[in-house]
């Protein structure tokens, strides 16, 4: 989740995001079928970052849903995901590795999170502005929103997409401010 306060310098919206995702995370590039697209990684060693993204990819239920106001930041998978190229970002998608300093060098890390080590090898995407707000807490790497059910036409068969079952969450330390500076080398 990203805290609305921030200072977006540069926004992309080039990408779609095949998966459901909750904001926050740093994107890497994926492709399947000839299509580029954003993700968040498992394994951070070798990827190309792409940014953060801004909004939260999910499911949702036009039917049962009142408070519309929550579809201007939320997109169906495969809709366009927007990413925050430069910038100073407030996230709790952090995984750190001992203790966090101002200052300190951005790493993708696994699941799509920053980290403060290069062990894992991921990219040096930026640097950390603040001390960490500790606060362990889970978020949504794949199968934000609602299930829905619905037959095959192929085979009959009921299938479910989303499940809660089938939801990868991700335990993040807390909250901490992020400088994204694009691509570094």
Known sequence: MLRPLRQQEQVNIDYICPWTQEAGGILSYASASGITF??????????????????????????????????????????????????????????????????????????????NSSSFGGEHVGRFLGP??????????????????????????LVTENAASERTLVLSDGYIKVR???TIT
């Open 38 to 115: 954003a993700e968040y990684a498992h394994d951070p060693s070798g990827v190309k970052h792409v940014g953060i993204q801004l909004n939260d990819i999910a499911y949702v239920n036009f039917v049962r849903e009142y408070w519309r106001q929550y579809f201007q930041m939320t997109e169906v998978p495969c809709g366009i995901v927007g990413v925050g190229v430069h910038g100073d970002f407030t996230t709790d998608w952090i995984h750190t590795v001992g203790t966090v300093f101002t200052g300190d060098k951005a790493y993708v890390g696994p699941s799509g999170m920053f980290t």
């Open 180 to 182: 994204i500076h694009g």
């Open 132 to 157: 960490l707000e500790v606060g362990p807490h889970l978020v949504t790497m794949r199968g934000l929103g609602f299930s829905r059910e619905l037959i095959d036409p192929v085979t009959g068969a």
